[in-house]
């Protein structure tokens, strides 16, 4: 109320401020939700859907500055993850919609949000089902494991030495992933991969930018040689698919 002064009240209506006086509660509640994670909880504490995402925009909306460090963004964006209350009601009402798809044998995909900076998804995998290789160019993410189990293998698209050159990988990450648990990727690391459900799992998926048809076009599968390249520890030769 500090930036409010006298005629700034005698300026409005006896109705209007009578108005005003029955809003305010819920005003106050949502910038509550808004602001959660800005002292109004502790600072590590668990923070709403709505203050995650509040969260989330300002850090993704420096992608548009001349210079945006990824590996900053990448690391803020998955601590934010590890703090969002996963038994807030606006994701418990998704995690339970998502359930219809249970038995169709294949994975699907909930949009829970999209901004012009970010998208968030929920992802659900039954035991067994997996996404094989593939990359998100330009792209950035954040995968946080809410229910479950899940392995993620990263990869990172080596420099062809000649046109003629195979198309080699270097795994650079596997990771066994569960409930609280994240995995990141930025453009340029870890930015292929495949993931793997040991049961049925549940995932929170954050990119930024989001996904636009320019980038869904350029977007890569991959079938990638189970036994490594000529012997070489961790590097496998692909094909494009």
Not at 95 to 110: A, H, I, S, V
């Amino acid at each position: 109320m500090d930036e409010y002064n006298r005629r700034h009240f005698i300026r409005t209506s006896i109705p209007g401020f009578l108005g005003l006086g029955l809003a305010l509660p819920s005003i106050t509640a949502l910038a509550t939700r808004a602001n959660a994670c800005y002292g109004r909880v502790p600072e590590h504490g668990a923070i709403n859907w709505d203050a995650f995402l509040t969260a989330v925009e300002k850090e993704a909306a420096k992608q548009h500055l001349d210079q945006w460090d990824q590996v900053d963004y990448v690391k803020k964006a998955a601590a934010l993850a590890l703090r969002l209350n996963l038994q807030d009601p606006a994701l418990a009402e998704a995690f339970e919609q998502t359930k219809n798809g249970l038995g169709n044998e294949r994975t699907d995909f909930y949009k829970l949000e999209k901004q012009q900076s970010f998208e968030i998804s929920l992802v659900q995998f039954e035991k067994g089902e997996k996404i094989s290789h593939h990359d998100h160019p330009g792209m950035t993410g954040v995968l946080l494991c809410a229910t479950g189990k899940v392995d993620v293998w990263n990869y990172d698209l080596l420099e062809q030495q000649a046109e003629d050159s195979p198309l080699l990988l270097s795994q650079t990450a596997k990771n066994t992933l569960q409930k609280g648990m994240v995995s990141t990727l930025t453009s340029k690391e870890r930015n292929i991969h495949k993931l793997r459900a040991h049961s049925l799992t549940q995932l929170v998926d954050i990119f930024a930018p989001p996904y636009n048809k320019e980038r869904i076009r350029k977007s890569t599968w991959y079938q990638v040689d189970t036994e490594p390249y000529q012997g070489k520890k961790n590097i496998y030769q692909a094909t494009k698919h």
